[in-house]
Each structure stands twice: as structure tokens, then as C-alpha cells.
């Protein structure tokens, strides 16, 4: 086996991508190594590089959308062999004394190892983890669909999943971009009446094919008002990062409805307290998902056809794809592959 591997290196904020050869690195007790096949592109890698999570782990290897093998185990590790089809997403492992931890609220732990910061993440050719980090892929989804489900996929599953929508309600999805295009895959199968929302009537046919219900075309249209035209949304889920575009869509919540934000921005969303009131409508945030509703996701998507629609390059391009990504000239997921 060789000693080298490779891997992008970032060397300080704002950093220039650039692929080097690495040590492969060992793992120590309750950790595996796993030899990656695929690892997505997010936009929270920018979030990284650009230091909005400190300057502490630079010089770094991002990347937390991670689906390979398992390589080799570290000391004390069971339940896992050689060889398992594995997923490691933006949960990359906890610490399990905290007091989220503790409740059983894992996603929520004070000491959560981000891929990409906690550790070197995905852009490589392999990477160690915590065993509390990993999620078994099924058989049905091949390396590429699954490593998209570690953070895109988790996100808007356990989002919608853990609203008080049920089947036959109608569910407006904000956003059809990564996390959108996936949440009304998601919002369909689930047996909601699905709304999606977006700039630009180009846009509703890719709609229409992803499962939605409805178009409706926020460059033309009054959102909130569209919204309560078909009835009121029982639930809006916010994939967008435009806090602007969240508070235009709040009043196309019906009674009880609940705006769940998944997109992330520093910038306010506003909301007054009458809105709140009237209808008794609620505003809450939702972060990302454990291993094991990683394990979740994927098995609903492998039973259910959702699949992340991908753009495939080799590791070596990956200053490239990250570029494309940052321009927005690329699909839904940039997903980097290797040769293992």
C-alpha cells in the first residue's frame, strides 16, 4: 500500500486550492480510515476557507459530504469491517459526555467534529474518522448519490420529516438550488402537496420534473399571497440563504404553519410579533442530521428514487469544481471521485 495519498490543502483564510500528496494517515482508537470514492462540494466549504468557523484548523482539507469504504479500523473498534460501504457527512462524530449529548441531541453536541474543521475532511483520497461518525450506505445508491445525502440530503429530510405536516398538506419548498432541488424530491414522496418556489419561469419545468405541485415564480408573483391562494402552506421550508426571501413567504403560512429555515445567513429575517400570533405561527431553524439519520435518509432515498442531480470531476480538478461552485455555473452537487 502506498504511504502517500492525495489531498487539497488549503493554507491559510482565503487560501488558494491546490492538490498536494499527503501522508496517509492512520487510525487511532475508536476511529476508521476510509478510503473515499466520492465527496460532494458544499457551499459551507467556502464558509470554511473564508474562516467563518476560526483560523484554527488551517492549514486544512475540506470537504464533509464523504461516501467511500472502510480501509482499516483503528484499536477498539467493532460493529464495522473491512470493507463496508460507508457515509460521513457534516456530523463527523461527538463527544458524548456534553450535556446535548447526554439529552440524546447528538447534532447538537457542544464539541460536534466537523469534517473539513474538526479533522481533514473529503477532498482526498482517504480520511480518518470517529466510528460515531459513520453511516452505513445501502445497496441501492452508488457512492456519487450518497455522499450528497451526508449533508443536503439530511438537512431537508429530517427538516420536513420533523414538522407537523402530514401527508395531503401543502408543503411550499423556498429555493431550488442544492438543498431545494432535493427538498421537493423529498416533499413529493413524502405524500405532501408540493410547492416549489423560485426566480424565473425557466425554472418551473425543472420543477414540475423534480415532483412539485405548483410553480410559483417569486420574480412575478406575490409569494405569501400565491401561498394562501392555494390554501395556506403548512409548512415553508427555507433552502434559500436570502433572509429577504424568507420574510416575503412567512404570510403564505396557514394556521399553525411553521417556516423552517435551513439556509444559512448572518443577515436578519423579519418578523413581527403580530405575525407570530395571528394563526399562531411558528419560526424555528434546523440544523443538519447524526450518522444515523444519515443512515436514514439514504435508505429513504434509495426506496423512494430521490437522487441529488451531480456533476462528476476527479479529485485532481477539485480547485476547479470548488470555483464553479463558487460562481454558480455548476449543477446542483459537485461531486469529486477518486480512483478507489
Same mark, same amino acid.
Not at 484554527?56 to 467511500?68: K, W
Not at 457515509?87 to 456530523?91: D, K
Given at each position: 500500500?502506498?504511504?502517500?495519498?492525495?489531498?487539497?490543502?488549503? !493554507?491559510?483564510?482565503?487560501?488558494a486550492?491546490?492538490v498536494v500528496?499527503?501522508?496517509v494517515?492512520?487510525?487511532?482508537?475508536?476511529?476508521?480510515?476510509?478510503?473515499?470514492?466520492?465527496?460532494?462540494?458544499?457551499?459551507t466549504?467556502?464558509?470554511? %476557507?473564508?474562516?467563518?468557523f476560526g483560523d484554527?484548523?488551517?492549514?486544512?482539507? !475540506?470537504?464533509? @459530504?464523504?461516501?467511500?469504504r472502510?480501509?482499516?479500523?483503528g484499536?477498539g473498534?467493532?460493529g464495522?469491517? /473491512?470493507?463496508?460501504?460507508v457515509?460521513?457527512?457534516?456530523?463527523g462524530?461527538?463527544?458524548g459526555?456534553?450535556?446535548?449529548?447526554?439529552d440524546?441531541?447528538?447534532?447538537?453536541?457542544?464539541?460536534?467534529? %466537523?469534517?473539513?474543521?474538526?479533522?481533514?475532511?473529503?477532498?482526498? @483520497?482517504?480520511?480518518? %474518522?470517529?466510528?460515531?461518525a459513520?453511516?452505513?450506505?445501502p445497496?441501492?445508491?452508488?457512492?456519487? @448519490?450518497?455522499?450528497?445525502?451526508?449533508?443536503a440530503?439530511?438537512?431537508?429530510?429530517n427538516?420536513?420529516?420533523?414538522?407537523?405536516?402530514?401527508?395531503g398538506?401543502?408543503?411550499?419548498i423556498?429555493?431550488?438550488?442544492?438543498?431545494?432541488?432535493?427538498?421537493?424530491q423529498?416533499?413529493?414522496?413524502?405524500?405532501?402537496?408540493?410547492?416549489?418556489?423560485a426566480?424565473?419561469s425557466e425554472?418551473?419545468?425543472?420543477?414540475?420534473?423534480?415532483g412539485?405541485?405548483?410553480?410559483?415564480?417569486?420574480t412575478?408573483?406575490?409569494?405569501?399571497?400565491?401561498?394562501?391562494?392555494?390554501?395556506?402552506?403548512?409548512? /415553508?421550508?427555507?433552502?434559500?440563504?436570502?433572509?429577504?426571501?424568507m420574510?416575503?413567504?412567512?404570510?403564505g403560512?396557514g394556521?399553525?404553519?411553521e417556516?423552517? %429555515?435551513?439556509?444559512?445567513?448572518?443577515?436578519?429575517?423579519?418578523v413581527?410579533?403580530?405575525?407570530?400570533?395571528?394563526?399562531?405561527k411558528?419560526l424555528?431553524?434546523h440544523a443538519?442530521?447524526?450518522?444515523r439519520?444519515?443512515?436514514?435518509?439514504?435508505?429513504?432515498?434509495?426506496?423512494s428514487?430521490?437522487?441529488?442531480?451531480?456533476?462528476q /470531476?476527479?479529485?485532481?480538478?477539485? !480547485?476547479a469544481?470548488?470555483?464553479?461552485?463558487?460562481?454558480?455555473?455548476?449543477?446542483f452537487r459537485?461531486?469529486?471521485?477518486?480512483?478507489?
Open positions: 500500500m502506498s504511504t502517500t495519498m492525495k489531498a487539497v490543502r488549503i !493554507p491559510e483564510i482565503n487560501g486550492l491546490s500528496d499527503l501522508p494517515p492512520q487510525p487511532g482508537r475508536d476511529q476508521v480510515r476510509v478510503a473515499i470514492e466520492a465527496c460532494g462540494v458544499c457551499r466549504d467556502h464558509n470554511i %476557507v473564508r474562516g467563518d484554527g484548523p488551517f492549514p486544512l482539507t !475540506p470537504g464533509h @459530504e464523504i461516501a467511500g472502510i480501509a482499516a479500523l484499536e473498534v467493532e464495522w469491517a /473491512v470493507g463496508d460501504r457515509a460521513v457527512g457534516w456530523f462524530g461527538n463527544c459526555h456534553c450535556q446535548a449529548c447526554r440524546g441531541d447528538a447534532i447538537n453536541c457542544t464539541e460536534v467534529q %466537523v469534517p473539513g474543521v474538526a479533522y481533514p475532511g473529503g477532498y482526498a @483520497e482517504t480520511v480518518v %474518522v470517529p466510528v460515531s459513520l453511516a452505513r450506505i445497496d441501492g445508491l452508488t457512492a456519487t @448519490e450518497a455522499a450528497p445525502m451526508g449533508c440530503g439530511v438537512t431537508v429530510f427538516a420536513l420529516r420533523r414538522t407537523s405536516a402530514r401527508p398538506d401543502l408543503v411550499a423556498l429555493g431550488l438550488g442544492g438543498l431545494g432541488h432535493l427538498g421537493v423529498f416533499a413529493k414522496k413524502m405524500g405532501f402537496d408540493t410547492v416549489a418556489i426566480r424565473g425554472k418551473e419545468s425543472l420543477a414540475k420534473q423534480l412539485a405541485d405548483h410553480y410559483i415564480d417569486s412575478v408573483s406575490d409569494v405569501a399571497e400565491a401561498l394562501q391562494a392555494l390554501g395556506g402552506a403548512k409548512v /415553508v421550508l427555507a433552502t434559500v440563504s436570502q433572509p429577504s426571501a420574510t416575503a413567504a412567512f404570510d403560512l394556521t399553525r404553519g417556516l423552517v %429555515v435551513v439556509g444559512a445567513s448572518p443577515d436578519k429575517i423579519e413581527s410579533p403580530y405575525q407570530l400570533i395571528s394563526g399562531q411558528k424555528q431553524g443538519s442530521g447524526t450518522s439519520e444519515v443512515e436514514e435518509t439514504m435508505r429513504f432515498a434509495a426506496l428514487g430521490v437522487r441529488a442531480m451531480t456533476e /470531476v476527479p479529485l485532481e480538478q477539485a !480547485p469544481a470548488f470555483d464553479k461552485m463558487l460562481a454558480g455555473d455548476a449543477r459537485m461531486v469529486l471521485t477518486t480512483n478507489n
